[in-house]
C-alpha cells in the first residue's frame, strides 16, 4: 500500500513546465533545445503526449540539420498543425515571449520535468508492488543515465520508504 500523503499524482505531472519548454522550443530553437536536450534526454520524460512529438520532431529537425520551426514541424509530423502549435505560444500569459527565454529560465524548468519524470517512475513502481530494492535499483539506474540529477536522494529515500 501507498502512503498517497507523501506522493500524490498530481506532483508527478507538470504541465506548465513542459509547456514553457516547448513554447520556448517553438519561439527560439536556437536557444532552448541545446538546453533541452542537455537536461531531459528522452522524449518520455515529458508526460504530455503532444509535448513528446513536438520535442522528439524538434529533435529529428535539428539532427537532421534542418531548420525547427512551425511549418517544418508540421510537416513533418501531420498530428501536430500548425494552429496546434501556435496554441503553446498564445494560450497562457505565463508563457515565453521571444525575449524572455533565457538559459536560466530553461535550466529551471527542464528540473521540475526531470523531478516530475522521477516520480512518475517511483510511483509507478510502487503501484506495481515491486519492492523496495527493486525501486532502489531503479532510481540507480536512472541516475546512471543522469536523470535525476537535481532530486536530492534522501527525498528519493523518503519516498520509497513510504511503501507501507
Known amino acids: 500500500m501507498i502512503a498517497k500523503d507523501v506522493l500524490k499524482m498530481e506532483d ?16 527560439s530553437p536556437d536557444i532552448a533545445l541545446p538546453v533541452i536536450r542537455k537536461y531531459l534526454p528522452h522524449t518520455e520524460m515529458f508526460i504530455e503526449y503532444a509535448n ?9 529537425l535539428a539532427d537532421k540539420g534542418q531548420e525547427i520551426d512551425l511549418l517544418s514541424i508540421s510537416s513533418t509530423t501531420p498530428a501536430l498543425t500548425v494552429p496546434k502549435l501556435t496554441d503553446y505560444i498564445t494560450n497562457d500569459n505565463s508563457m515565453p515571449t521571444g525575449s524572455s527565454i533565457n538559459t536560466k529560465k530553461l535550466e529551471t524548468h527542464c528540473q521540475i520535468v526531470r523531478e516530475a519524470f522521477l516520480k512518475r517512475e517511483i510511483y509507478q513502481k510502487m503501484v506495481n508492488n515491486q519492492g523496495m530494492s527493486d525501486i532502489l535499483a531503479h532510481v540507480a539506474e536512472l541516475e546512471r543515465k543522469g536523470t535525476d540529477r537535481f ?4 527525498e528519493i529515500i523518503a519516498q520509497v520508504s513510504a511503501v507501507v
Not at 52 to 60: E, G, P, R
Not at 151 to 154: C, G, M, R
Open 151 to 154: 532530486l536530492d536522494p534522501k
Open 52 to 60: 513528446q512529438l513536438v520535442y522528439s520532431t524538434a529533435i529529428q
Open 12 to 27: 508527478v505531472g507538470k504541465p506548465q513546465s513542459e509547456n514553457f519548454l516547448i513554447s520556448s522550443l517553438l519561439l
